[in-house]
T-cell receptor, first 112, second 115 residues
Framework: DTAVSQTPKYLVTQMGNDKSIKCEQN?????MYWYKQDSKKFLKIMFS???????INETVPNRFSPKSPDKAHLNLHINSLELGDSAVYFC???????????FGPGTRLTVL | AQTVTQSQPEMSVQEAETVTLSCTYD???????LFWYKQPPSRQMILVIR??????QNATENRFSVNFQKAAKSFSLKISDSQLGDAAMYFC????????????FGQGTRLTINP
């Protein structure tokens, strides 16, 4: 009965590779988010989608591309991975953007 | 742009005692929400408590309560009867009710519970 799930939970890859992180929510929410938590534990919004439409796109390199195939899914694809991309990536969801955001378990990405 | 500041990188408390975590924020808006999230070693972000800026009454959830001072832009979290399971990083977060509804987080406070 997981509310917000992410796969994989851990991802170790080489510089220059392309990787994807998947997120699914079964809460019936219409808004989903990606946050990045850096090595100092600082959390910052990256993207937000509402009903499959991009509504927040912070200053993120265009190597990062979110994709929302439907309201329940928001995937994050990263091209040409760099060392600085190593972080924990959190997916979250809410109803209507004004409701409380519920987070997934996070994906720890390590770029070697 | 809104900012959130948690001035205590680390705090510790004896089990069963009370501890208060500080948070201040900067905004020119009057309509917003404030949150406290907990991140235990499992990494999961867990909502602890939330406060709507228009509500004067401080929010309470069991052993967790807040002291919301809107004029001072202060939002502290009080944990009563601290338990070992309360050990975690605690993040204060701000969310506007206008425009993009993103969470703006503070730097976090690491709370240690001493048995």
């Amino acid at each position: 009965d997981t509310a917000v799930s992410q796969t994989p939970k851990y991802l170790v890859t080489q510089m220059g590779n392309d990787k994807s992180i998947k997120c699914e929510q079964n809460l019936g929410h219409d808004t989903m988010y990606w946050y990045k938590q850096d090595s100092k534990k600082f959390l910052k919004i990256m993207f937000s989608y509402n009903n499959k439409e991009l509504i927040i796109n912070e200053t993120v390199p265009n190597r990062f591309s979110p994709k929302s195939p439907d309201k329940a899914h928001l995937n994050l694809h990263i091209n040409s991975l760099e060392l600085g991309d190593s972080a924990v990536y959190f997916c979250a969801s809410s109803q209507g953007g004004w409701d409380t955001q519920y987070f997934g378990p996070g994906t720890r990405l390590t770029v070697l | 742009a809104q900012t959130v500041t948690q001035s205590q990188p680390e705090m510790s408390v004896q089990e069963a005692e009370t501890v208060t975590l500080s948070c201040t924020y900067d905004t020119s808006e009057s309509d917003y929400y404030l949150f406290w999230y907990k991140q235990p070693p499992s990494r999961q972000m867990i909502l602890v408590i939330r406060q709507e800026a228009y509500k004067q009454q401080n929010a309470t959830e069991n052993r967790f309560s807040v002291n919301f001072q809107k004029a001072a832009k202060s939002f502290s979290l009080k944990i009563s009867d601290s338990q070992l399971g309360d050990a975690a990083m605690y993040f204060c977060a701000y969310r506007s009710n206008q425009g993009a509804q993103k969470l703006v987080f503070g730097q976090g406070t690491r709370l240690t519970i001493n048995p």
